[in-house]
Nanobody, 120 residues
Framework: VQLQASGGGSVQAGGSLGLSCAAS????????MAWFRQAPGKEREFVAA??????RYADSVKGRFTISRDYAKNTVYLQMNSLKPDDTAVYFC????????????????WGQGTLVTVSS
């Protein structure tokens, strides 16, 4: 499975951005698709995931970010609202059958990353 992420960019604090990630192959609801992010000098951290059981968010983005999935288009989206400078990072999409969905090591496939920059 190849993942192609797009939609990053620069925005001022309080603004919104949307990311998308298209998978090269059909993914069933058994496959989790997720977003992670990595800021300079920091470890990759979980942002949000879509699984057959529903969605899950990191506490830091809950209420501001929304993950959605279009199975017909093999695409997962991340709508980011009320962005903060702390949201600045490279955002990666991932897919797999992770036992623990917040662990990046548990995912099999990764997109190339897209940069999101939020200025104050």
């Amino acid at each position: 499975v190849q993942l192609q992420a797009s939609g990053g960019g620069s925005v001022q604090a309080g603004g919104s951005l949307g990311l998308s990630c298209a998978a090269s192959l059909q993914t069933s609801s058994n496959y989790a698709m997720a977003w992670f992010r990595q800021a300079p000098g920091k470890e990759r951290e979980f942002v949000a995931a879509s699984t057959g059981s529903g969605t899950r968010y990191a506490d830091s983005v809950k209420g501001r970010f929304t993950i959605s999935r279009d199975y017909a288009k093999n695409t997962v989206y991340l709508q980011m609202n009320s962005l903060k400078p702390d949201d600045t990072a490279v955002y990666f999409c991932a897919a797999g059958n992770p036992g623990i969905i917040i662990r990046p090591q548990a995912y099999d496939y990764w997109g190339q990353g897209t940069l999101v920059t939020v200025s104050s």
